[in-house]
């Protein structure tokens, strides 16, 4: 068992399951990452698109106990953010709870999903590198973008071994000293700020309002049309 392992694999079907797989072989805070995974699981029932080169995918597993869990969807947004910002000077913003947007599209999606021991998580980070409009058309990604696409210098040689050792050892590991005790709350106000959600209107099961804060616990607030708060 190592700490803060960061595994490359030149394939895999799925980032997120190789970790719960070899969860146990990891220590409180490791990662592994490709930039070929070929079963990966598409938002909405979409087939998955390999982007063979082109993107990072990427999970860390967390095995130490958190006091906020269900907000590390928030915390990992903020943790991408930041590193994607040191390699590349990108100002990204981001769309409750956790995708990351650059120029208003969409760069970077994260799933968390729970590890086999039944309370650790595991979390997967999807960062579009060098992918062409074409990837997107045929994925059916119209609001999909990548760095390249924004016009940003991508070493897809280089970075992905960066990224997923910086997001690791400081986006994760180092957040953890103070997450793990504290969980949201020092990272709220960070948050809110970036958050393209509030003052505008966004749709929910069975309504609609105008988002206007970010709770404690990493929620969304809505008010309604009628004045009633979501």
């Known amino acids: ?21 070899h969860f146990e072989e990891f220590g409180p805070v490791g990662a592994v990452y490709t930039t070929n995974q070929t079963a990966g699981r598409g938002r909405l029932g979409r087939t998955w698109v390999n982007a063979e ?16 869990p ?9 943790a991408v953010r930041r590193q994607l910002a040191l390699r590349y000077g990108v100002d990204c913003q981001i769309k409750w709870p956790n995708d990351l947007l650059l120029n208003g599209k969409k760069i970077v999606g994260i799933l968390c999903e729970g590890a086999p021991d039944g ?11 060098a992918q062409p409009q074409s990837y997107f058309d045929a994925a059916g990604l119209p609001h999909g973008t990548s760095l390249a696409l924004q016009g940003v210098p991508v070493d ?15 986006g994760f590991d180092r957040a953890l000293y103070t ?6 709350a020092p990272y709220r106000e960070r948050y809110k700020a970036l958050c393209v959600n509030l003052g ?14 970010v709770d404690t616990d990493g929620r969304l607030i809505v008010h309604d049309e009628h004045g009633d708060t979501r």
């Open 70 to 78: 269900a907000t590390l969807p928030l915390l990992a947004s903020l």
């Open 156 to 170: 897809t040689a280089a970075d992905p071994e960066w990224l997923a050792q910086y997001l690791t050892d400081f």
């Open 119 to 129: 309370h650790s998580i595991v979390v997967g980070i999807g960062i579009n590198l």
């Open 1 to 21: 068992m190592s700490i803060n392992e960061v595994r490359w694999l030149s394939e895999c079907g799925s980032t997120n399951a190789y970790a719960k797989e």
């Open 200 to 213: 505008r209107r966004v749709t929910y099961d069975g309504g609609a309002g105008v988002a206007t804060d």
């Open 53 to 68: 080169g082109k993107a990072l995918y990427y999970t860390v597993a967390i095995r130490e106990p958190l006091a906020q």
């Open 179 to 184: 997450y793990e005790a504290e969980g949201f």
